[in-house]
């Protein structure tokens, strides 16, 4: 039907008329309660938001003269978190002249990775900033 017979049949009914697929030949539109509409949409779209995970950068805090079993613990708990999806963020502090020895932390970090190494993997590689040596760890999707 044409444009103003449709648009007279929607006020008639006191309802809107909305176009639903513009590039369609002819053009489609459909008469509703515009207002009804809206609120139907901003309820779907808040379901959605809500059903999506939001991955969240969790972080491990070490310091440079953390033994191994602390590190053990520190790994499955970092593991907990690579599981549940999340990112990691692995950061290891240096208090005072510790900060000379960045290979040795460094090689620390590495060997910190390679116990988790199966299930996830490496996204930013050790690197120092400031009085601190940070890298990050990634979930593998399975």
């Not at 039907?1 to 009914?13: G, I, N, V």
């Not at 900033?129 to 399975?142: V, Y």
């Given at each position: 039907?044409?444009?103003?017979?449709?648009?007279?049949?929607?006020?008639?009914?006191e309802?809107?008329?909305?176009?639903?697929?513009?590039?369609?030949?002819?053009?489609?539109?459909?008469?509703?309660?515009?207002?009804?509409?809206?609120?139907?949409?901003?309820?779907?779209?808040?379901?959605?938001?809500?059903?999506?995970?939001?991955?969240?950068?969790?972080?491990?805090?070490?310091?440079?003269?953390t033994?191994?079993?602390?590190?053990?613990?520190?790994?499955?708990?970092?593991?907990?978190?690579?599981?549940?999806?999340?990112?990691?963020?692995?950061?290891?502090?240096?208090?005072?002249?510790?900060?000379?020895?960045?290979?040795?932390?460094?090689?620390?970090?590495?060997?910190?990775?390679?116990?988790?190494?199966?299930?996830?993997?490496?996204?930013?590689?050790?690197?120092k900033?400031?009085?601190?040596?940070?890298?990050?760890?990634?979930?593998?999707?399975?």
């Open positions: 039907m044409s444009k103003e017979k449709a648009q007279e049949l929607a006020t008639k009914l309802l809107d008329l909305a176009e639903v697929a513009p590039n369609a030949n002819p053009p489609v539109c459909k008469i509703l309660d515009y207002g009804k509409y809206q609120y139907h949409q901003k309820k779907v779209d808040t379901k959605h938001r809500k059903s999506q995970k939001k991955t969240e950068v969790k972080g491990v805090r070490m310091g440079f003269k033994g191994d079993h602390d590190m053990q613990v520190k790994a499955r708990q970092a593991e907990k978190f690579l599981k549940a999806g999340n990112s990691v963020k692995v950061s290891l502090i240096f208090k005072g002249r510790e900060a000379v020895y960045r290979d040795l932390a460094t090689e620390k970090m590495n060997k910190f990775f390679q116990g988790l190494e199966e299930i996830c993997s490496l996204e930013a590689p050790p690197k900033q400031g009085n601190t040596m940070i890298m990050i760890l990634t979930p593998n999707k399975s």
